[in-house]
């Protein structure tokens, strides 16, 4: 008997030691984002791109599982954004418009992503995890609003809701504004920052955020602990700057912008290539989950290509919100996998607390689902369930919502849509007229997903804002009136 409690004693001082010691393997797995500024669904080679050239994000795609049906949240930036690291629709959280660069320091206080909304940095940071935002923010400027506040370890990159990318050319004409007295300089022109204070960077700044994220997987590596890095490229948003070296590989195109783009979505691969690399040299790569995935559709006015889908970013045509993607992860994910159900940017929070295996707290909402086990099975996790994405526009809204193979679209304060979105993926034909009845049912069910929505927390302008006069969104009614629309011209 004493023998026996003695072996239990010294069972326990080796677990006791091998977990002090940091020995004992933290299994859950590193995740990184790689998140791409305005990349439209036709705009990487997995994705079947003619023209641009990302051969080690398609390496990784075909390593892992390609998203052929991923939404984001609403159809631009900073919405979609708000959406990703809250877990929420940007409409319940006052959200839905994007943050612009205001004079005012008293507007900026209140122009923030409110801190009553938990991060998922934050629940994976107080789960163990090093946590790192690198590149565009977006998120709101002021001091309480900055990544070190909402649960990032570390920030590198810039507030705003876009950037100049040539350091020696912006820092230029920055400096000639600051000297002829400017009190209001552009956003896009101010110095990087590195956690709140001005970074002095000399690299293109795609292959500095690259440079960032290779430092932050080696410092997680360094402490030990696995990291959560979201790598924000502003690429290839605009100004659309690319540099020569990367811009020699498309001399065919003869579109300037639509060069100039390629090459800037090539300088985000060539990074992604290097970032592989430093995974691998840490033997980290195994047990990493990448997500790639862009914010919302391309800009077709500079440069992008969304085919087959119709539309542009801003719209909720799918080309304005259903965005390229993938999962790779070696230990647990198979290659060659194209998932065809859809999935939603909202997903990403509630999948990423069950991976680092932790809990948000009882009263936190979120609008996704953890969609990992229907990812490995290959089955939808949404069944029946809607997904939307809705744009205030001036006085209206444009409406998207999919469920199951179905689309329903409202755009520019035209009668709804109908879609049969698995066989029109570019919705060319309105069956709105053969199908009143589904019609019906789903723009129903996106009128109920409306109800909790919030007045939202800034406007463009003064004019936006006084549509919202009366607290409801604008046109609420007309918004989700049917009836006379089965009719319209256009159905097919
Ligand atoms: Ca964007």
Redesign the pocket.
């Known amino acids: 008997m004493i023998i026996f409690n003695e072996i239990k004693l010294l069972f326990m001082m080796v677990a006791l030691l091998l977990t002090n010691c940091g020995m004992a393997q933290d299994s859950r797995p590193n995740i990184l984002v790689v998140l791409c ?2 990349l439209g669904y036709n705009d990487v080679g997995f994705n079947g791109s003619k023209d641009i050239k990302t051969p080690e994000l398609d390496k990784l795609a075909h390593g892992g599982t390609i998203f052929t049906s991923a939404y984001v949240a609403h159809p ?2 900073g919405p ?2 708000s959406a990703i690291l809250t877990g929420r629709y940007p409409h319940f959280t006052g959200t839905a418009y994007n943050l612009f660069q205001n004079s005012s320091e008293e507007d900026e206080d209140n122009m923030g992503v409110p801190i009553e909304e938990t991060f998922m940095s934050k629940i994976l940071q107080e789960a163990g995890y090093y946590t790192s935002a690198v590149g565009k923010w977006h998120l709101g400027a002021a001091p309480k609003f900055h990544p070190n506040k909402r649960g990032f370890d570390n920030f590198y990159g810039f507030l705003g809701g876009g950037h100049d990318y040539f350091p020696e050319k912006y820092r230029k004409v920055y400096q000639e504004q600051v000297n002829a007295g400017n009190k209001n300089i552009r956003d896009y022109l101010l110095p990087l920052e590195h956690n709140g204070k001005p970074a002095e960077e000399s690299e293109y700044l795609t292959d500095a955020f690259s440079r960032e994220a290779i430092r932050d997987i080696k410092t997680a590596t360094e402490n030990k602990k696995p990291f959560f890095v979201y790598l924000a490229y502003n690429a290839p ?1 605009v100004p659309l700057q690319a540099k020569s070296e990367d811009l020699k590989k498309f001399e065919n195109i003869k579109d300037t912008d639509r060069r100039t783009y390629a090459a800037m979505v090539y300088a985000v691969d060539r990074g992604v290539g290097q970032i592989v690399k430093t995974l691998k040299e840490t033997n980290q790569y195994e047990n990493t989950l990448i997500v790639f995935m ?3 559709g391309g ?1 077709t006015d500079h440069g992008a290509d969304n085919y087959p889908l119709k539309g542009t ?1 801003g719209d909720t045509w799918e080309g304005g919100y259903r965005v390229p993607m993938f999962f790779h992860w070696p230990k647990k994910i198979k290659g060659s996998q194209f998932f065809d159900f859809p999935v939603s940017a909202l997903d990403l929070y509630p999948t990423f607390v069950q991976l680092a295996k932790t809990k948000v707290s009882n009263d936190k909402k979120l609008d996704g689902k953890d969609i990992m086990a229907g990812v490995l099975a290959g089955t939808d996790s949404y069944k029946n369930q809607m997904i939307y994405s809705l744009r205030y526009r001036e006085g209206y809204s444009d409406v998207g919502g999919r469920q199951g193979d179905w689309k329903i679209t409202r755009m520019a304060n035209e009668p709804w849509g109908l879609f049969n979105i698995k066989e029109d993926i570019g919705e060319k034909k309105n069956l709105s007229g053969k199908f009143p009845e589904r019609l019906e049912k789903m723009v129903s069910e996106t009128e109920k997903w409306t109800k909790d929505f919030v007045r939202p927390l800034w406007y463009y302008s003064v004019k936006d804002q006084e549509y919202w006069n009366d607290g409801r969104m604008p046109r609420y009614e007309e918004t989700f009136e049917i009836s006379k629309l089965v009719t319209h011209p256009n159905k097919n």
């Open positions: 500024d305005d631009f930036c979609s954004r948003h862009s914010d919302n800009n970013k």
